[in-house]
C-alpha cells in the first residue's frame, strides 16, 4: 500500500474567466451606455466639452470597476428590481419585484 501524502492538490484559477467583458478598463455594457450618451450630447449641444465629461465619467468608472468589475450591472439591477415603493417613509425598505 501507497503512503498517504499530505500533499494538497490545487487547481489553478484564471480570473478572466470569473470576470466580465471588459474594454478600456470597464464593463462593456457601461463603455457602450458612456459612447451613446456622449455622442448624443455632442450632437445637441455641438460643443467638445461633452467629450471631456465622458472622459471624466470614464476614469470614474475604472476606479469602482477595480474593486468591483459589476458594480454597474449591480446597479442596474437594484434600480429595474428593487424600486422604491410609495410607503418607504413609514417602513423604511423597498419591496422585492421579480
Known amino acids: 500500500m ?4 499530505n500533499h494538497i492538490n490545487r487547481t489553478t484559477l484564471f480570473t478572466a474567466l470569473t470576470r ?8 462593456y455594457s457601461f463603455f457602450v451606455i458612456n459612447t451613446i450618451f456622449a455622442v448624443e450630447l455632442f ?13 471624466v465619467l470614464h476614469g470614474v ?3 469602482l470597476s ?3 468589475p459589476r458594480i454597474f450591472d449591480l446597479w442596474i439591477a ?4 428593487c424600486p422604491r ?3 418607504y417613509r413609514l417602513w423604511q425598505c423597498n419591496s422585492y419585484r421579480p
Open 43 to 55: 450632437l445637441i449641444f455641438r460643443a467638445w466639452w461633452v467629450l471631456l465629461i465622458a472622459l
Open 61 to 63: 468608472a475604472m476606479l
Open 20 to 27: 466580465p467583458q471588459m474594454f478600456a478598463g470597464v464593463t
Open 66 to 68: 477595480l474593486h468591483e
Open 78 to 81: 437594484r434600480v429595474r428590481y
Open 85 to 87: 415603493v410609495r410607503n
Open 2 to 5: 501507497g503512503r498517504m501524502s
